[in-house]
């Protein structure tokens, strides 16, 4: 951009710049017009940059609009540079570029203003440009070839309403388009190594992917004549311009990806098109078509035919300064090139109609992939850490049902880390731990969300462009608390540490966060706001930090349930057709408190012979996940109460995720109890979600997020924690008291539809249709590594160092963590060791 001091912003006024070369007449006719804006005069500053044309151009305009800055540039800078040193000169708040050869409209500023102030996202205004009559269309949208020609579709076409409408497009036409002035210098401006021609395409295209909008706004009109200055000067020129301008442009813009696959298939559709344009003989040199052969050295061609090979040449020559300017540019990306291709309208334009050309633009596309590759479909990878099997957690089944929801308008893989024996018609299923087949699978992604560890085994994402979600529903490191106490002392450290570790690596980097609750998404701010991500860009994008994190909750069917067999009563031994069964949800795990609902079952049955308590889940689906002391407990006191087998069941395994209906619908109530602890306070239970879609009432522990949902909406009672007279009370009222029970069951019926899966997906729904990287990048690019202290080493045992953790980690999570800390705390204590617990 000009190196020119840059004059002092004044706020509301608008500058317009127009180049001059050797066009002092139609200069001077485009600038009367502005006599016709509807525009404050006093907000309206002129400036005029004359690229040396040497005919006294610039002395005539000054006498003819003295009111104008008159800027001559000493030297001739293309429209790109011009319209930068324009800029220079400029104090206004927004600035418009115009050609000379065009005429504003009376509505030309106001309504490009009035667009910008009211959406800080538009990054630039595209006018609508109509003929100089003003009966056909010269730009009303902008398409873009996957070879990186710009052109204007629509152009000689009538106009007519359909284009009275405004939207969001790839780029403006530099004969008549605002940005803010502002943005325009942060930036860069036009790139002056264009000179002319495809600057607008690539500045609209730079915006884009910077994450700002380039939007059509119809009541900004203006007229144009079209291209009298380049017919001056040959077609020849013209077309050498826009095919290295064009290869330039792809080389800045696209990804890597997109580039690998487009690049050197258009340099030799550039040649193709310089030969067919021409009809040259492309034979000459070849021995084999052309035999006959000769001993002179030259050949006459047009200069046409050599537009293609020069460009090439000259992108060449541009290539240290382009590398420069693509890596900064692609650092600071926000949108993927897959979120782009529908502004590009009709990529696969071949742009000619030459039969020799559009041979070998077909060849060409089907030899690279090009038509493949340049739609419109985001490439979304969902990763778990738990396996996929027809027996599935709350994490998998999260998983699986953001990819069932995502699968239907982008191509989707479902990752486990932890391996899958199912699969699905919507999406692919895929598995990988690590190396070089995640490596696959991450490098084909646009967009990565993910649960728990997979930036550890997968640490080349921290630096990456990749857009990657963080679904922190679960807060695990809360978890850890509790569950890691029975790992020892050391143990324990090392995973509550590193899980921390872990959670704080991945906010420093998400691109987006979702979470479970509004309670939730006040701790996790708090948590953010400690890695630095609650900063200035984020909440100039966006006040509500909406845009940084985002509430989706766990989620059930959208369908009610459907029972297809008895699964619990007159099934199990010892709980009849007609007994009322009380539902434990789930798994148990050492923040429940399954203990104060066993002994108040204990205190029911005297008076209810036929209440029945069964839970549905003891043992995590996941091998990895170790068996809890608090599951110990509650068969114990089961046993030592005499309640196991006769009131107290226990389902040893875990009910498959497509047979839970069989087992809810055969309950009457729904439980969950819980001690009172951090966990408990940030905690989502997903198993009372199970107990909406089933239509069950709720009796639960209070202090977490459904209790208050429980209470707000007469879902069923809240109990205080221990509290056995309570929880007495309340489970009795819910199985017995035939009122309570109707209207528990309407409000829960009512609850439900909030939490089906297609609602509160929405978010992340929305976000991945508009994917793109968070507004700090500064922080974001900078999360290349931990910035997490060393901890110690827990003392005493072998290999029990925070390095080796680490690596459990990146296999297999804080359960591989809890795994491995269990089984040194087992060789420790018995002096014995065993090769699976190495």
């Known amino acids: 951009m000009s190196s020119a001091p840059t004059r002092e912003t004044r706020k509301g006024v608008v500058s317009v710049v127009l180049v001059n070369y050797k066009g002092a007449d139609d200069t001077i006719a485009c600038l009367r ?6 525009w404050p005069v006093e907000q309206l500053e002129l400036v005029v940059v004359d690229n040396d044309s040497q005919d006294g151009s610039a002395g005539r305009i000054r006498e003819a609009f003295p009111q104008a800055i008159v800027v001559e540039s000493g030297g001739n800078l293309g429209f790109a540079g011009g319209c930068n040193l324009g800029v220079a000169h400029s104090s206004g708040e927004w600035v418009g570029f115009i ?36 009966t056909k269309v010269d730009y009303v949208d902008g398409s873009l070839t996957w070879f990186g020609m710009g052109y204007k579709r629509e ?32 930036v860069g401006g036009f790139d002056e190594r264009f000179f002319m021609f495809y600057e607008d395409v690539d500045l609209g295209w730079r915006l884009n992917l910077l994450g700002y909008r380039v939007r059509y706004v119809p009541e900004s009109v203006a007229y144009h004549r079209h291209h009298v200055t380049m017919k001056k000067f040959g077609d020849f020129r013209e077309s050498y311009l826009l095919e290295r301008n064009a290869l330039m442009s792809m080389y800045k813009n696209l990804d890597d990806e997109s580039l690998a696959k487009a690049l050197p298939a258009a340099m030799a559709l550039a040649v193709r098109r310089s030969i067919a344009r021409t009809d040259t003989d492309a034979t000459l040199l070849d021995l084999q078509r052309s035999p006959g052969g000769d001993k002179v050295g030259t050949v006459e061609v047009d200069k046409m035919a050599l537009t293609g090979p020069y460009a090439i040449d000259y992108f060449v020559e541009q290539l240290p300064s382009l590398m420069k300017s693509r890596a900064t540019l692609q650092a600071s990306r926000r949108r993927s090139d897959r979120e782009l291709f529908p502004l590009f309208r009709h990529a696969i334009e071949p742009a000619y109609g030459i039969p020799s050309y559009l041979a070998g633009h077909d060849h060409l596309v089907e030899a690279f992939g090009i038509a493949q590759h340049f739609v419109s479909r985001q490439r979304i990878l969902v990763v778990t850490g738990e396996p996929l099997l027809d027996r599935m957690a709350g994490p998998a089944i999260r998983a699986w049902e953001i990819a069932t929801a995502l699968g239907a308008e982008h191509d989707v893989r479902l990752l486990s880390t932890a391996g899958a024996k199912v699969t699905s018609e919507t999406f692919d299923v895929v598995v990988a731990n690590g190396g070089v087949r995640l490596r696959e699978h991450t490098d084909w992604a ?16 921290m630096g990456s462009s990749k857009i990657l979600v963080a679904d922190v529903y679960d807060p695990m490191h809360l978890e850890q608390l509790e569950q890691a106490k029975d790992l020892g002392a050391g143990g324990r450290a090392v995973s509550i540490r590193e899980t921390t570790r872990v959670l704080n690596d991945q906010l420093r980097r998400a691109d987006y966060v979702v979470c479970a609750s509004e309670k939730q998404r006040d701790f996790w ?50 709980i009849g057709l007609d007994d009322k069964v009380i539902i434990w949800g789930g798994g148990v795990y050492n923040w429940f408190d399954p203990l104060t609902l066993v002994r108040a079952v204990d205190r029911l049955r005297v008076r209810h012979p036929d209440v029945r308590l069964y839970f549905m889940g003891l043992k995590h689906p996941n091998p990895g996940v170790p068996d ?26 875990w009910v498959p995720y497509a047979e839970r209906a069989d087992y809810l619908l055969d309950g009457d109530l729904g439980v969950s109890t819980h001690f009172h602890h951090i966990e408990t306070a940030f905690s989502f239970r997903t198993r009372i979600l199970d107990y909406l879609w089933a239509n069950l009432p709720i009796v639960a522990t209070e202090g977490d997020t459904f209790a208050t949902v429980i209470d707000q909406h007469g879902l069923g009672a809240t109990v205080p ?9 309340a489970l009795e009222t819910y199985l017995f008291d035939e009122a309570a029970i109707a209207r528990a069951k309407a409000n829960v019926a009512a609850v439900a539809q909030q939490y089906t899966w297609q609602n509160v997906l929405e978010p992340l729904v929305a976000f991945c249709r508009l994917p793109r990287r968070a507004a700090d990048l500064e922080h974001v690019l900078g999360a290349g590594a931990s910035t997490a202290r060393p901890f110690a080493k827990p003392r005493g045992g072998v290999r029990s160092d925070v390095a080796l953790m680490r690596e459990y980690l990146a296999a297999g999570g804080v359960k591989e963590v809890a795994r491995r800390a269990a089984g040194r705390v087992r060789r420790v204590t018995t002096g014995k060791t065993g090769p699976e617990e190495d």
């Open 33 to 38: 017009y502005f006599d016709e804006v509807e």
């Open 99 to 134: 050609n000379n050869d065009a005429r504003p409209g009376s509505q030309w500023i106001s309504a490009a203003v009035e667009a910008m102030s009211a959406d800080a996202t538009i990054g630039a205004v595209a006018s609508k440009v109509l003929d100089w009559e003003g």
């Open 155 to 186: 152009t000689e076409w009538p106009d007519s309403s359909e284009y009275d409408t405004p939207k969001d497009v790839l780029f403006g036409t530099g004969a008549a388009m605002f940005m803010p002035t502002g943005l325009f210098r942060e």
């Open 446 to 461: 646009d967009v990565i969300v993910f649960q728990g560890f997979l930036l550890e085994a997968a640490p080349w994402l």
């Open 525 to 574: 701010l708090g948590q953010l706001a400690g890695q630095g991500r609650i900063n200035a860009a984020v909440y100039d994008e966006d006040e509500s930090l909406g845009g940084l994190v985002g509430v989706v909750p766990f989620g059930i069917p959208g369908e009610p349930p459907v029972q297809s067999r008895h699964a619990i009563k007159g099934v199990v031994p010892g």
């Open 628 to 653: 809890m002391k608090i599951a110990w407990e509650l068969q114990q006191l089961s046993d030592e109460l005499g309640l196991t087998g006769t009131h107290v069941f226990f389902n040893e395994g």
């Open 721 to 729: 924690p221990k509290d056995v007279d309570a929880l007495e009370a």
